[in-house]
């Protein structure tokens, strides 16, 4: 059977950015393709929206940005997570495993 | 980020639009040449790796203006400054009040003073309810 790509869930792409910067940081073209690796290419994201998320979260103090250059010597953004990023991370995930474990008993419910 | 340093970044976002506006088409435009790259690499001719990194792309205008706008927002919550005018205005009534009570009301002057605390009064509690 073949499977089909998830659209994100309203309020995900934000939890993904930081867990795609928890691992070290990235420009946003490499957010984007790291999402993608660490969802095994399931969640489609569209690569545009992207930016918006990454520019409200630096703006909550959660990422910082800075330009350098690339692998293939061009300028680029690239953000890092902050501490403060770094427990917002922790608290969505809890938030999520939560709202998850609840969908799924209330799905599995007779 | 500290509070200081983000308010630096919100006071010259605010004074060089333009160049903000230049950094965020630099931010993406590079994402579309590494896909535009990445593409070809996958066996695209260069136009239809850039066609297509457009279109994955989304709107870049409509994403530009989004990201400019967010980058020009203020960089803290508005929510505790207005609960400080709130405050600021709910002392200025019952300042308003008190004097107004302590003045006497045979003259003119009295009688104005009472109107504007009631029109203060009346104002904080307008903007009070408002909110809730």
């Known amino acids: 059977m073949a499977k089909s790509k998830a659209g994100l869930l309203q309020g995900t792409l934000d939890m993904l950015i930081l867990k795609a910067l928890f691992l070290g940081p990235l420009h946003g073209y490499g957010i984007g393709q790291r999402i993608a690796q660490i969802s095994g290419d399931e969640l489609k994201i569209e690569e545009g929206s992207l930016y918006p998320g990454l520019y409200r979260l630096e703006r909550r103090g959660w990422i910082e940005s800075e330009w350098d250059v690339s692998d293939n010597n061009q300028r680029a953004k690239f953000y890092k997570l902050t501490r403060a990023g770094r427990k917002q991370l922790i608290i969505e995930e809890q938030n999520w495993e939560r709202l998850a474990g609840a969908t799924m008993k209330a799905l599995r419910a007779n | ?132």
Not at chain 2, 15 to 36: G, S, W
Not at chain 2, 37 to 57: C, Y
Not at chain 2, 114 to 124: D, F, G, P, S, T
Request: hydrophobic share 50%; with cysteine; aromatic share 8%.
């Open chain 2, 1 to 132: 980020m500290s509070r200081a340093k983000a308010t630096v970044r919100f006071l010259h976002a605010w004074q060089h639009p333009d160049e903000i506006a230049d950094e965020v088409e630099a931010e993406l435009r590079f994402h579309v040449q590494m896909r535009t790259h990445a593409n070809i690499e996958d066996g695209m001719t260069p136009d239809e790796a850039q066609l297509a990194a457009k279109q994955s792309f989304g709107d870049f205008d409509r994403i530009k203006i989004s990201c400019c706008e967010i980058r020009r927002g203020l960089p803290f919550d508005m929510k505790p400054l207005k609960m400080g005018l709130y405050i600021a205005i709910a002392c200025l009534a019952g300042g308003f009040a008190l004097v107004a009570v302590n003045l006497p009301h045979h003259n003119l002057f009295g009688v104005l003073w009472q109107l504007a605390a009631i029109a203060v009064l009346m104002c904080a509690f307008l903007v009070g309810r408002r909110k809730q």
